[in-house]
């Protein structure tokens, strides 16, 4: 079980890595506000699911 809280932060480090470094790039690279606001959403609400993911693998393992 302490794998698993092991892999579960990991994940969650990597898609808060992921999501800041991907809004960044939606946001120098795409001119279009609609594209960018979608793109910017999908991001968010992934981060969002690993975190509460990860909550739910803590919460079982206790």
Do not use: C, P
Request: net charge positive.
């Amino acid at each position: 079980m302490k794998n698993l809280k092991v892999i579960s932060t990991l994940a969650l480090i990597m898609s808060l890595i992921t999501m800041v470094g991907g809004i960044g790039i939606v946001g120098y690279y795409v001119d279009n506000s609609y594209i960018r606001g979608l793109s910017v959403f999908v991001l968010i609400m992934s981060s969002i699911l690993v975190a509460n993911m990860v909550k739910l693998v803590f919460k079982e393992v206790k």
